[in-house]
């Protein structure tokens, strides 16, 4: 009895009866914990190398497309590959602990991020920004230097890989090293200052000076003779500009010599009158087919030079480095395959081999892309050498094509068809309208009107569907998710058409002509639409008058607006007329439409790009939605859309009264909405015949003139995104001579003393 009481007070067997009050659960059950400690290196080591692969091959698909969701898919590799790359690495060391012989071969893995944080050649920067943080690279690559030397050193001196893992450690110090020169180069402040010639003081005007003064003092008859410079720079490849169409070979190297010439544009540098004339002889005498071709190439080349590695490789250093990574890589494959390895687990080994094959095959790759690259094309090849014939075929593959449109209402047209494998661009324009996004975003309205029966399950049903609108509004907002929801649902696509580009260029063609001095440049290039209206004034007997004031008198993003809703209504008016694109009313019209749709997707998707002259083209944008919405709402539009629809809700604008009483003088100024302007607009442009000619040649003039004032950074930045039309027109621009960056027009002249006799 006395021993069952001391049991019963003994503490320790009272807690050995009874289960544990602090006992913990445990939530991931062991099973995922072993499975975890197993597989956390070798599955995020092989999840990098997969992550460098899919960058190599598909990191060059970004300047072809501007869809989201390759671009995402891209943008989330880029990130998790520095990310793994790095965790995997604390990984290791923290694995060092462990007796096993295995963690020599998981030291030996070290290295292989480092050639992982190097990251592919094709992609070193997803966008500009990421060149600026260059230095932040530099501190990486700093610590992680450390930390693989600390692990490799935990394994001395039992370590038998140490030759092979010094090897990889080399190939990984280059690599991280080529994409932190590739950063810093890229950066805009070093992008300027690489361009920037050597600061010129001009002549010595003082000493020139004293002795002038010093000869007038002694009484000799001395004057100042100015002998102008010799040019220094002339060179005979662009003395003359060729003559007649270009082949495959010469489209890349006049592409890299005008990159060379002009990549300062990027960085607001400014050029000289003797850069423009060379460049705009050259572009006057091209066909429109051949100087999209240069522009392509170019600004290919521009892409290469932001956001790849191609810098740093195509140069002496770079092709050395280059060749050491690569031997250093293939010697530590010999040795490891001769190294005896009955020590380590036969899944790991197996994991090395795939590591230094992969290696190996990401290196042949990255070296076939340099060899076969324009850049190689450009710079290496001669006219008449052997491999110019094998180029010259493989540039025939990679050429610009073209088909025929089948869809309508561009059917029959020729329009820009490379296979995306081949393409130095989107070859599309993007298409977003008004009065569409406005009858498909609606929320319905109630309509409480009837009481019956069935009626009060429709006015459930709409509430019901209201609420759920608003409910999904409210989750993308909350998400930030709209601007990728927009673009999915409300942007299309058009492809770009021989035709379109055609009258792009003849229009800056016939604008270069006339732009003989400064002030007719500066003229031009001012001009959002007014330009050519006068000039259309001047040779018919159209009176345009009263739609210049619809121009240049109210902002930019007010006009763009305006003039894309009165192409709108216009074009819905008269939808079901003549749809044949040979007929060229037919063709102002259609492409009419089509700028229209592109110059507001470019203000109200592209803020960013277009904030140099978008004013408050958004809060004008969301208060003319707002109108046309209530607008809509009034007269009971349901919110299926469809071309019909969009016709009738034209119409249904256009029949609205507004000659009696003009919508600001009833309105006010608070309200930004241009809605009604634009429909005034409209009623002015259907009593012209040529409407269709104004509005196109209208249109063209306010893409170049927003092309000429956008920030040059944010062309370069749609480069890496699929590029734009704009960019294209921009580019087009500058070797047109049209442009406020040439402003050097003399250069230094010798001065002599001469006295006389």
Sequence with gaps: MASLTENFLSPTSHLQTQPSNNQTFDVIPPHFKELWERWNIRGLILFSLSLQTFLILCAPLRKRTSRKFPIFLIWSAYLLADWTASFIVGLISSNQSKSDANVYLLAFWAPFLLLHLGGPDTITAFALEDNALWLRHLIGLLFQVVATVYVFIQTIPQNKLRVPAILMFLAGIIKYAERTRALYLASLGSFRASMLKEPDPGPDYAKLMEEFTCKKDAHLPTTIQLVNEPNQEWSPFTSTAKEGDLNQLEVVQYAFLYFNKFKGLIVDLIFSFKERNESRDFFLKRTPSDALKVIEVELNFIYEVLFTKVVVIHNLSGSIFRFISSCSVTVALVLFSRLDKTDFRKLDVRITYALLVGALALDFVSISMTVFSDWTIATLIKDDSILATFFEYLLWLKRQRVSVHKKSPFSGLKKLDTPRIFRRWRESVSQFNLIAYCLSERIPMDDS?????????????????????????????????????????????????????????????????????????????????????????????????????????????????????????????????????????????????????????????????????????????????????????????????????????????????????????????????????????????????????????????????????????????????????????????????????????????????????
């Design 449 to 757: 009107r009837n009481t019956s029966i069935c009626c009060g399950c429709s006015f459930a049903w709409n509430k019901t569907v209201r609420l759920l609108r608003r409910t999904k509004d409210f989750v993308i907002d909350y998400l930030g998710a709209k601007e990728f929801f927009d673009d999915w649902k409300y942007v299309s696509r058009q492809p770009v058409f021989e035709k379109l580009w055609d009258l792009i260029f003849e229009e800056m063609l016939e604008k270069s002509k006339a732009a003989e001095t400064v002030e007719i440049t500066e003229e031009i290039c001012s001009s959002r639409g007014s330009y050519v209206l006068k000039s259309m004034d001047l040779r018919s007997e159209i009176d345009i008058g009263e739609l210049i004031s619809d121009i240049d008198e109210v902002a930019f993003d007010e006009s763009l607006m305006l003039w894309h809703i009165a192409t709108e209504l216009c074009y819905r008016d008269e939808q079901n007329t003549n749809t044949n694109v040979n007929d060229t009313s037919t063709t102002y019209r259609e492409f009419s439409k089509l700028l229209s749709d592109y110059m507001l997707y470019l203000i109200v998707m592209l803020p960013s790009m277009m904030s140099a002259v978008a004013g408050i083209g958004e809060i004008r944008f969301r208060d003319t939605c707002a109108e046309a919405k209530k607008f809509f709402d009034r007269r009971r539009f349901s919110c299926t859309l469809d071309e019909s629809k969009i016709t009738k809700g034209c119409r249904e604008i256009l029949a609205v009264n507004v000659i009696d009483a003009k919508p600001v003088e009833v309105k006010g100024d608070k309200s930004k909405s241009v809605l009604f302007n634009g429909s005034l607009l409209a009623r002015k442009l259907k009593k012209h015949n040529e409407k269709w000619e104004i509005m196109s040649k209208v249109w063209i003039e306010m893409l170049s003139y927003a092309a000429s004032h956008c920030r040059p950074d944010q062309h370069a930045q749609q480069v890496s995104k699929g590029g734009e039309l704009i960019t294209m027109v921009w580019l087009l621009m500058a070797h047109f001579g049209l442009g406020g960056q040439f402003q050097i027009s003399e250069g230094h002249a010798r001065a002599k003393l001469r006295v006389h006799k």
